[in-house]
């Protein structure tokens, strides 16, 4: 079982002949707190696996469906992902034995298509028929409601929303209860809840806060790497004591995992995202250690004082933004593996940290700032 | 939901949330001792390795069958508020309770709240006494007690003399009120139970010395609270601002995050404890309500309590020339602490409602006349033309 619930977990320190994403058995950590060679589910009510599913991923080759996908078929289930094929349907992850990745490419199927074009969305799975599918790339209800109509027999709808719903408050942190923002610009996830919950599907709607790990594409971690690699200074707005939140996608894919066939999570709504949350100048301080640089200089910085175009300036929100992960541990169980400094380490070690990332460097907004333009060697 | 072996392993795995990282679960140490009442149907709780050192008898308690609660309570501050709303949730739900205010029942410190109003307390059956903590069993006439939470000491010297007597009189629970002021400050907030504590500070001793004299201990960390009764100015300190029409000076950004609980949130976190003492039994819980506020946020709510609108003005002590302590009543920094431990060991919830509890505040506030006194607001006013002088900064 233990083998056949393989945790995605890396050995962080250790370089490991074993492949980074392998079973949780055979990975070792140096770090005395976190136990990943400990399996899955050892802690937690563990029911039944849920039998074999015929799953649809919409999207799954970017981000988090990268780890989704190979965790659902590791449990047995068949996954099929729906994308225009523009990615690659599969790539080997960094520390991804061969053994594994062929495993998990041999098994994985493709729909491709454009899920614009609602009318082939409905046509395509009506003629294929799912069991479950996860909408990892959704943003609006539009793009649901064909999904719906095809599928009228589907057991659960699991959404990747977003804690960004959530209405700005001075109370915190948000809870899942909380008044959202209809103006938000993550509206089109929360029409999409409604959309879910009026249609009478069995749906779960999962709410991240940041996202971080292996091959982000937003540049959360990455910006600070960049910096710190650079050598330079990190020009953190206001007084760099805002406190933001970051989850590790393995541990998100995780959650994703953990609500199928859960019938305690019909027709609920998850914050999933770390134990911890982390001030902006801590997160500088923690992306430090993860990557072995040095403390880094922070310089704070009024950001009324500058006019940076369309250019961002800093990759979070000015503002407190976190939320409290306690209902999906109370009801399911489900608690993040990662802490902050473990999590950073994980994402440097198999992606920056080897020479990978996805934006260039810009340090534009940070020359503004800092007032003068280093020569770069 | 099965709980995962024992709710040792459960408090394991609690202890491992909370703190963020992973640490290893032991399995259920066995209650060896003949000394120690295992209640029925009771789950078995983390002890610590030391056996007792005295033939102690311990009253054997059914778990659900009443107690009978000595408090032994500050007679000033921030905390004396503490014992006044425990005291009414355990009368509420059919326990015996006894308070002992420290000193003297005459002095000029017991004319305010809460203690000038404990003919609410003995109405509804609880003794109030006086006397010295280091010497409970003479204030207390020798009567003996299930459970004693010593709400007054900061440090060993005033609490070891409470938690000796209770050892030789053979309490069966004894909690503290300590401080989350004690958790080392961090980056990575908010503080939970398991997290690093100032090993120097004087509550850390307290806390040290019962969990080696108790098998069934609990150590409280509050932070500020509201309440009617309290004994401390908390919103007032924005509320005499507010109905006089001044600016509210708050220091830094005013994103600093706090926590401002409801009195009567302690209160029902203590009286679990009480009720589900295994549960409680080693552990230590942040006292607090489950949401933090922004300084900023604080003096909003409490302006919309009072029907208005706040004006609110930023600014550096240093470069103000005040000393942040004594200009403003609450911490110039993140201090914030969340109740884990309480909601997942005890299954206490919060009721603390900060928007709604300042309109009683409020109310409470208004009728008293304070806010038609005289007030003087020297450093205020050093404040204001401090920063009338320099352009605002954006220090924390």
């Known amino acids: 079982m233990a083998a056949a619930m393989a945790s995605l977990k890396s050995s962080l320190l250790l370089p490991s002949p074993l492949s980074d994403f392998s079973g949780a058995a055979v990975s070792i950590s140096t770090q005395p707190r976190r136990k990943s060679w400990q399996p899955r589910g050892a802690r937690m009510q563990v029911s039944a696996a849920a039998d074999a599913k015929n799953i649809l991923v919409m999207g799954g080759t970017r981000f988090i469906g990268l780890f989704l996908s190979r965790q659902l078929i590791k449990e047995g289930h068949q996954v099929t992902l729906f994308t225009r094929g523009k990615a690659p349907i599969t790539q080997q992850l960094p520390g991804e034995s061969d053994a594994e990745y062929a495993e998990f490419s041999s098994k994985v199927l493709h729909l491709k298509g454009d899920r614009q074009d609602f009318d082939f969305v409905k046509t395509s799975l009506s003629a294929k028929g799912f069991d479950v599918v996860y909408d990892i790339n959704g943003r609006e209800a539009t793009q649901v409601s064909p999904i719906l109509d095809a599928l009228p027999n589907l057991e659960q709808f699991i959404y990747c929303s977003s804690a960004g719903v959530y209405l700005k408050s001075d109370l915190l942190p948000h809870f899942e209860t909380d008044a959202v923002d209809p103006k938000s610009r993550h509206k089109g996830k929360l029409e999409t809840e409604s959309l879910l919950e009026t249609s009478g599907v069995n749906w779960t709607s999962i709410r991240p806060v940041y996202i971080y790990g292996p091959l982000n594409y937003n540049p959360v971690e990455e910006w600070f790497f960049h910096r710190l690699k650079a050598g330079r200074p990190i020009p953190i707005p206001g007084a760099g004591n805002q406190i933001t939140q970051l989850g590790h996608v393995k541990d998100l894919a995780e959650a994703f995992t953990r609500v199928l066939g859960n019938p305690k999570a019909s027709k609920q709504v998850y914050n999933i995202s770390g134990a911890k949350y982390v001030t902006f100048d801590g997160l500088a301080k923690a992306c430090a250690k993860a990557g072995g640089f040095p403390e880094p200089e922070i310089v704070h910085y009024n950001p009324k004082d500058f006019d940076f175009g369309k250019k961002k300036a800093f990759p979070f929100r000015d503002q407190h933004f976190f939320a409290s992960v306690e209902k999906a541990s109370k009801d399911l169980g489900i608690t993040p593996e990662f802490d902050l400094v473990d999590g950073l380490t994980d994402s440097y070690n198999l992606d920056f940290g080897r020479g990978t990332f996805r934006k260039e460097a810009d340090f534009t907004t940070d020359d503004m700032i800092l007032g003068k333009k280093l020569v770069t060697v | ?327 403003f009543p609450f911490r110039n920094m993140h201090f914030y602490a969340e109740p884990r431990a309480a909601k997942e060991v005890l299954g206490w919830t919060s009721s603390t409602n900060l928007p709604e509890d300042l309109k009683e505040r409020f109310a409470e506030y208004a009728s008293s006349g304070r806010g038609e006194k005289a007030m003087t607001f020297d450093l205020d006013d050093k404040i204001l033309s401090a920063v009338g002088a320099a352009p605002v900064s954006v220090a924390a």
């Open chain 2, 1 to 327: 939901m099965a709980m995962a072996a024992t709710a040792t392993a459960a408090a394991g795995a609690v202890a491992a949330f909370t703190s963020g990282r992973r640490i290893s679960t032991s399995p259920p140490s066995s209650l060896s001792s003949p000394f120690l009442p295992r209640a029925a149907g009771a789950i078995v709780a983390r002890r610590r390795a030391t056996a007792p050192t005295a033939a102690v008898l311990v009253r054997a308690q059914a778990a659900g069958a009443k107690k009978s609660v000595l408090i032994v309570n500050t007679n000033s501050g921030g905390h004396a508020v503490i014992g006044f709303y425990f005291a009414k949730a355990l009368l509420a739900a059919g326990h015996s309770v006894t308070v002992l205010t420290v000193g003297e029942e005459g002095s000029d410190k017991m004319k305010k709240p809460p203690f000038s109003r404990f003919s609410e307390l003995t109405s509804a059956g609880a003794s109030t006494v006086w006397g010295d903590p280091a010497d409970v069993g003479a204030a207390v006439g020798g009567a003996s007690f299930d459970v004693v939470l010593d709400n007054n000491g900061k440090d060993l010297d005033a609490v070891k003399p409470v938690a000796d007597w209770a050892k030789s009189a053979g309490v069966g629970q004894f909690l503290f009120i300590s401080s989350a002021g004690i958790y080392t400050l961090t980056d990575q907030p908010p503080h939970v139970e398991g997290d690093a504590v100032k090993e120097s500070a004087g509550h850390v001793g307290v806390e040290k010395y019962i969990a080696a004299e108790f098998g069934s201990w609990a150590s409280f960390r509050p932070q500020y609270m509201i309440g009617s009764g309290n004994n401390k100015d908390c919103e007032e300190w924005f509320f005499d601002r507010i109905v006089r029409k001044r600016p509210v000076p708050i220091p830094g950004s005013g994103m600093q995050l706090t926590n401002i609980s409801h009195a009567r949130d302690l209160g029902s976190m203590l009286t679990l404890a009480v009720e589900n003492p295994d549960a409680a039994a080693g552990k230590i819980f942040n006292c607090v309500s489950d949401r933090a506020v922004t300084l900023d946020g604080l003096a909003k709510m409490c302006a919309a309590a009072a029907g208005t609108t706040a004006e609110i003005v930023h600014y550096d002590p240093a470069a103000a020339g005040v000393d942040a302590k004594k200009a």
